[in-house]
Structures are given as structure tokens and as C-alpha cells.
């Protein structure tokens, strides 16, 4: 009877986390990666949110998922894409989903910014993802470590190889960022110790209060190439590790042949999703 209550306890943890967090999905890019083997249908470019995959859109494996952990409301930054817009006007997922739409490209950094301005009742914290990324990972204890830790930003690492940037994060035995090689980083050595390099995996959690507050000077802002090392110099960003769980960014022509063109991983992906 005990373990029956724990258990309780811990699925109503998990269903407080979600009811506090947003999911906000990045759609905003032109799909330029994938122009060599992907038709062009608009001046907008490549729509990589609608693409197809094993019956459905990448965007609806997105939101299904969303639904079925209980995310408070999901934003889908679309940047100039209406056909997005278009695409959910007559969908209901059971929570809410806001199309944020812009009329110049700001970056994903400047979207966020837009988002968290534009929309209200965000919750605690907002989880940004890559429509054309799929990570395995279990999002409550994501979550939960983020808010145990204290930090404004904790990022979505990965061990496996062959990756985008690949170990351009350095981390701290306590899951601090201590050094990353993204954005405007010299090279240099940091003065802080690190037990171990990893890959981002285009997952970020960050405290809504934060953004709400962050200052921005530049016409076009980056996540990874500004905010995020901002916060590691301030010792603010944590490091979800999460290991060599499967983690593909499909927006590539070879990542795309081994994914959405490859019907075991659409399989694999169905069984997550």
C-alpha cells in the first residue's frame, strides 16, 4: 500500500512540473540544409515543421507528445511560416497551442524574447526544442533537476557521436557549465575544473522570471551563441546529462535519409512519441 502512495505522489510531482511548464517549439527556419533534396514551395523557404514522417507532420509528433506529458501550453515559434499558422487553425490538441508568427528573421534567441513577451500564463519555466530535433530523455526529471538546482538555464547534453558541435560544453562535477565553445568564446582555458565535454542537444530550460527580465541590445539574438554563454560566465547554466540516449536532428540531408526517410526509426520514434 505504501509503494501504491509513493507512487501516487510521485506521478502528482511530475504532473505539477508539467502544469508549470510551456513548451516552446522553434519552426522558424528556411530548411536551407535541406534544399538540395526538399522542393521549395514558398518564399519562406522549406517548412520543416510540415514535413511528413510515418503518416503525420514533425510538428504533430511534437504536440502529441506535449499532450500526453501535460505541458501547461505549447508556443510554436513559426517565424515568417503562415502555412503553420494555417496548418493548426482548425486542430484541437486538448491544451492550449499559440502560433507566434514574425515578420524579420531575429533569431532564436529574439523569438523566445517575443514569445515570452506576446504570451501570458507561460507558468515557471519554458523548454525550448528544435522541431527538427527528436530527444529521448524523461522530461519530469529534466525538470526536476533544473529546479532543484537553482540555476536561471539548464541545457540538454548528449554523449553520442557525431553530432553538431560536438563537446562544446564543458561541465563541472556539480552540472555547471563551466566553458562552451559556441558563440563568442575566445578558446581560452577556463579557470574552473570540468570532468567532462558533451554535445548539445538543442534542448534548453529557463526560468520565465529570467527571461522576462533579460536586457537585449542587438537587432538578432542567438540562444547558443549569446544567452547561454552569458549565463555560463555567470555561472548560471546547469547541464542535464543524457548520456548516449538517442538524439537526432533530422534537418540535414544525411540525417534526414537515416531518419524520416528510414522506416525503423520512424518506428523507434512511434514508440516514444
Known amino acids: 500500500m505504501s509503494e501504491q502512495i509513493n507512487l501516487r505522489n510521485i506521478e502528482q510531482e511530475k504532473?505539477?512540473?508539467?502544469?508549470?511548464?510551456?513548451l516552446l517549439i522553434n519552426a522558424g527556419g528556411r530548411g536551407t540544409r535541406l534544399e538540395p533534396i526538399l522542393e521549395k514551395k514558398s518564399e519562406t523557404g522549406i517548412t520543416k515543421a510540415l514535413i511528413e514522417m510515418g503518416g503525420q507532420?514533425?510538428?504533430d509528433y511534437h504536440l502529441k507528445h506535449a499532450v500526453k506529458l501535460g505541458y501547461r501550453k505549447v508556443v510554436i515559434s513559426a517565424g515568417d511560416h503562415e502555412n503553420?499558422?494555417?496548418?493548426?487553425?482548425?486542430?484541437?490538441?486538448?491544451?492550449?497551442v499559440e502560433t507566434l508568427l514574425v515578420k524579420e528573421q531575429r533569431g532564436n534567441g529574439?523569438?523566445?524574447?517575443?514569445?515570452?513577451?506576446?504570451?501570458?500564463?507561460?507558468?515557471?519555466?519554458?523548454?525550448?526544442?528544435?522541431v527538427d530535433s527528436f530527444v529521448l530523455l524523461d522530461e519530469a526529471e529534466l525538470l526536476n533537476e533544473h529546479k532543484k538546482s537553482g540555476r536561471v538555464a539548464t541545457i540538454v547534453v548528449s554523449h553520442r557521436q557525431g553530432v553538431p558541435n560536438q563537446d562544446a560544453w564543458f561541465i563541472d562535477q556539480d552540472n555547471k557549465v563551466v566553458k562552451t565553445l559556441e558563440g563568442e568564446d575566445?578558446?581560452?582555458?577556463?579557470?574552473?575544473?570540468?570532468?567532462?565535454?558533451a554535445s548539445s542537444t538543442g534542448m534548453v530550460v529557463f526560468d520565465t522570471e529570467w527571461l522576462?527580465?533579460?536586457?537585449?541590445?542587438?537587432?538578432?539574438?542567438?540562444?547558443?551563441?549569446?544567452m547561454l554563454p552569458s549565463l555560463v560566465s555567470e555561472g548560471k547554466l546547469g547541464a542535464f546529462?543524457?548520456?548516449?540516449?538517442?538524439?537526432?536532428?533530422?534537418?540535414?540531408?544525411?540525417?534526414?535519409?537515416?531518419t524520416v526517410?528510414?522506416?525503423?526509426?520512424?518506428?523507434?520514434?512511434?514508440?516514444y512519441y
Open 15 to 22: 504532473r505539477e512540473l508539467f502544469k508549470q511548464t510551456t
Open 261 to 271: 526517410a528510414n522506416p525503423a526509426f520512424v518506428e523507434a520514434i512511434n514508440k
Open 241 to 258: 546529462d543524457n548520456g548516449e540516449l538517442l538524439f537526432y536532428d533530422v534537418g540535414t540531408p544525411a540525417s534526414f535519409a537515416k
Open 110 to 130: 529574439g523569438d523566445l524574447l517575443e514569445a515570452v513577451k506576446s504570451q501570458s500564463d507561460l507558468g515557471d519555466q519554458i523548454i525550448v526544442q528544435n
Open 186 to 197: 575566445d578558446g581560452s582555458e577556463t579557470d574552473e575544473e570540468f570532468i567532462k565535454r
Open 84 to 96: 503553420i499558422r494555417d496548418y493548426l487553425a482548425d486542430k484541437d490538441y486538448g491544451i492550449p
Open 212 to 226: 522576462k527580465e533579460y536586457k537585449n541590445s542587438k537587432q538578432s539574438i542567438s540562444i547558443y551563441a549569446d
Open 57 to 59: 507532420s514533425l510538428l
